[in-house]
């Protein structure tokens, strides 16, 4: 069983359009995060959530927008994509806010064309 | 405000002789670390991790890592490596054992295994 489940698993699209990528734990956790790895593979966290409210809010434009439907999930929207935005984009989740364990999705590969 | 620095961004050993991989933090406040891997095209796992308790602390797959107060250092170790061993590696440095602290990542080190 996959712990965290994110699709796509690649995502290759135009400048100025609007994308979503979802992400799913079974794990049972109450926190779940979005994280970007760039091209030289610094990864930097974006957002968390706990319990389907936003904790920590990265500067991160504001054309980002995380949902939290229920704690299983957190899904990351992009609007008017650029191509900065190309990165490989992890979902992750943990017990509780402390993050002292974090579980990673497998990432999604978003190409911004 | 806290930052890690990995020493190395690629560190090549022979397969069977010993990996060191360096870690130097700074935190304000006592810090938790972690090494995370990651192999090619995977998300990211946890190797182990320091919360102030012991400070030799033993993770998965032989690595080991060292807390050093006085040197601000964390460095991974492993005494014979493994060609399964070749992943991208990840120190992270979180300011206070609790609450919500956000974690702050290396840049990280390529560790590539020679047959």
């Known amino acids: 069983d996959t712990a965290v489940s994110q699709t796509p698993k690649y995502l290759v699209t135009q400048m100025g359009n609007d994308k979503s990528i979802k992400c799913e734990q079974n794990?049972?956790?109450?926190?779940m995060y979005w994280y970007k790895q760039d091209s030289k593979k610094f990864l930097k966290i974006m957002f968390s959530y706990n319990n389907k409210e936003l904790i920590i809010n990265e500067t991160v434009p504001n054309r980002f927008s995380p949902k939290s439907p229920d704690k299983a999930h957190l899904n990351l929207h992009i609007n008017s994509l650029e191509l900065g935005d190309s990165a490989v984009y992890f979902c992750?989740?943990?017990?509780?806010?402390?993050?002292?364990?974090?579980?990673f999705g497998p990432g999604t590969r978003l190409t911004v064309l | 405000a806290q930052s890690v620095t990995q020493l190395d961004s690629h560190v090549s050993v022979s397969e069977g002789t010993p990996v060191l991989l360096r870690c130097n933090y700074s935190s304000s406040y006592s810090p938790s670390l972690f090494w995370y891997v990651q192999h090619p095209n995977k998300g990211l796992q946890l190797l182990l991790k320091?919360?102030?308790?012991?400070?030799l602390v033993k993770g998965i797959n032989g690595f080991e890592a060292e807390f050093k107060k006085s040197e601000t250092s964390f460095h991974l170790t492993k005494p014979s490596a493994h060609m399964s061993d070749a992943a991208e590696y990840f120190c992270?440095?979180?300011?206070?054992?609790?609450?919500?602290?956000?974690?702050?990542f290396g840049t990280g080190t390529r560790l590539t295994i020679i047959p």
């Open positions: 794990l049972g956790h109450d926190t």
């Open positions: 992750a989740s943990s017990q509780d806010p402390s993050g002292n364990e974090q579980f």
């Open positions: 992270v440095v979180r300011p206070t054992n609790f609450g919500n602290e956000k974690l702050t």
């Open positions: 320091y919360t102030s308790a012991a400070t």
